[in-house]
């Protein structure tokens, strides 16, 4: 059996990172990780071929090899998707999908032969089975969660690894909390699965033997959602698994309360991770209750911030308008929390209802949805009808972009931040790509952007006080050139 294993494009969004990519010349963020999981879920003696149409093309030569081609994706990629099966069912090569977007909205897949839905663990094995004796079904669900610790190693040697800035692995699934936008639940669960540390050290080491030496993005939703094993197994296997080792750093998703606890936030840094994700949403009291973030609520949300900043971990936020609480008001609040918290990486989306949340369901009663989600959650689109009027919240949406990611108010965050953030203690992997990356960002951004006088001022200001952090400054501009671009192509 020959299996196509195939990965959509992702448009030009704010997560893709493309304008930043090029000056390290990577192709894509990080490799699927859904699609090498299932790889190593397919018998051995099966031929399997990777195509990430993020970093390479999806030719008719390929399609005439295949006997069949395992599709996943994300709902931002749907219409990318969409014109792969087209190609598929043309070249006659039959279609089995998976992931995220076919089990949000399988309904729409008319075309697909196959749909292996939810987590692989446990409906692939259906499917592989029914297949075996010639009665494979249409579609496989389950409403069961799999344990983890069951699930192998990814094939990672099935990708270029040389072409993506990041690696991806995943520690645990599922989230302890409710926040009623986000379908992260929905689809894997309040209870957080986790894998075990010798798992988790075993596909580090895979990673390591295929010369990997760059950053490792740890895709858990909640990475401090269970604390106790956390701190017991874990970090200090991490921590032992770092000794002697120079460079993969190590970033991922948390909660605020991260910031409550002193002693997790060292040894995380210790373990080597220099970034995590927060869901901020909203300085707006009443709308974190709106939407069920009690973990964000009664603190000081800049404070909570700062702590992890002083803790050697960037924090990257995510942010929403258009909630039934907000006021005009809340576009101003959201610029100066920005500004003031020093989060460079600032993701503010309208709020969006997907398929599966209890959001979706509220709205639902009360007559309040209008269309499907776009999947990209920062492309200023909503499927909502807000209580706000929509021309108020579109031109507020776009006056927060407009104005976080204009090169002043971008670089003055860079060293609000630079100021706060203690910087690690991972010995650096010198990678050339990089140091060409900073002569690449001296052209681009400081002799032909817009934004060079702050580009220099940066660069000077930041080898003067904070000499350790300049390759962090670099990467910084060259992130934000990458916002503004994509930012001129959602609301400019
Ligand atoms: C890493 C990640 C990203 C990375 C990209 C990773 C990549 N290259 O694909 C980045 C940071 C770029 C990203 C961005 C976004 N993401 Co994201 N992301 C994740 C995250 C945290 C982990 C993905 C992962 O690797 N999981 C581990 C693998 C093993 O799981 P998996 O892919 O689901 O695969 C399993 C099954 O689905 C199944 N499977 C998968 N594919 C296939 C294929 C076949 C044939 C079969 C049989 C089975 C199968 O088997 C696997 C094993 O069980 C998930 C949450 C999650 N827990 O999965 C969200 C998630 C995928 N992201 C989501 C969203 C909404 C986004 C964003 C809009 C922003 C946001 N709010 O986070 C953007 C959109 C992208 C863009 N460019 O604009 C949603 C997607 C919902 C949907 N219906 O599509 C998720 C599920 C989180 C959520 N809120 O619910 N994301």
Redesign the pocket.
Same mark, same amino acid.
């Given at each position: 059996m020959k299996v196509l294993l195939v990965y959509p494009e *992702?448009p030009d969004? *704010?997560?893709?990172f493309k304008h930043a990519l090029k000056f390290i010349r990577k192709k894509a963020?990080?490799p $699927? &990780?859904? &699609?090498l999981?299932?790889a190593a879920m397919l018998p051995a003696g099966w031929e399997k071929r990777l195509i990430d149409v993020n970093v390479t093309s999806l030719t008719q030569k390929d399609l005439t090899w295949a006997d069949y081609v395992?599709?996943?994706a994300?709902?931002?990629q749907r219409e990318a998707a969409r014109k792969i099966i087209a190609r598929c069912k043309a070249a006659g090569v039959k279609v089995? !999908?998976?992931?995220? &977007?076919f089990?949000?909205e399988y309904a729409q897949f008319e075309d697909v032969d196959h749909l292996?839905l939810n #987590? !692989? #663990?446990i409906t692939?094995p259906r499917f592989l089975a029914d297949l075996a004796c010639g009665r494979a079904q249409r579609i496989y669900t389950t409403p069961e969660y799999p344990d983890i610790r069951q699930t192998p190693v990814p094939l990672w040697e099935l990708a270029d690894l040389s072409r993506y800035a990041s690696m991806?692995i995943?520690f645990s699934?599922g989230c302890p909390y409710d926040c009623d936008f986000?379908?992260?639940t929905a &689809?894997?669960g309040h209870r957080p699965r986790t894998k075990t540390a010798s798992q988790t050290i075993a596909e580090l080491d895979s990673l390591c033997a295929l010369g990997w030496r760059g950053p490792v993005?740890f895709?858990d /939703?909640n990475f401090v959602g269970n604390k106790k094993q956390l701190k017991r197994e874990i970090l200090p296997a991490l921590t032992e698994w770092r000794k002697g080792k120079a460079g993969l750093p190590f970033c991922t998703?948390v909660s605020i309360n991260l910031a409550d606890d002193e002693g997790l936030m060292q040894v995380m840094a210790e373990a080597g991770f220099d970034t995590v994700f927060v869901g901020i949403e909203t300085p707006d009291d009443d709308s974190l209750a709106e939407c069920n973030k009690y973990q964000n609520r009664g603190r000081d949300l800049i404070e909570s911030v700062k702590r992890i900043q002083r803790a050697s971990m960037q924090v990257f936020g995510g942010f929403i308008v258009g909630f039934d609480s907000d006021t005009p008001s809340i576009f101003q609040r959201q610029i100066d929390f920005i500004q003031k918290s020093g989060i460079v990486t600032a993701m503010v989306g309208l709020l969006q209802a $997907?398929y599966g949340t209890r959001l979706y369901q509220r709205l639902k009663g009360e007559g309040r949805l209008i269309d499907e989600v776009s999947? /990209?959650?920062v492309d200023g689109s909503t499927n909502i009808i807000p209580k706000m009027n929509m021309e108020t919240l579109r031109e507020g949406y776009k006056s927060i972009l407009n104005q976080i990611y204009s090169p002043k108010l971008y670089y003055e965050r860079v060293r609000t931040f630079l100021r706060e953030y203690k910087s690690p203690e991972i010995a650096v992997y010198l990678d050339l790509q990089y140091v060409l990356g900073l002569f690449r960002s001296i052209y681009q951004l400081g002799i032909k952007g817009v934004e060079r006088t702050h580009y220099w001022r940066l660069f000077f200001w930041t080898l003067a006080h904070h000499p350790r952090l300049f390759p962090l400054a670099i990467t910084l501009a060259i992130y934000g050139y990458h916002f503004r671009k994509v930012c001129e192509l959602y609301v400019l």
């Open positions: *992702f969004t *704010f997560w893709s963020g990080t $699927p &990780l859904g &699609l999981t299932v395992f599709i996943s994300m709902t931002v089995v !999908a998976g992931g995220p &977007l089990t949000s292996v #987590e !692989a #663990e692939l991806p995943q699934r986000c379908n992260v &689809l894997f993005f895709v /939703d998703q $997907p999947g /990209d959650n």
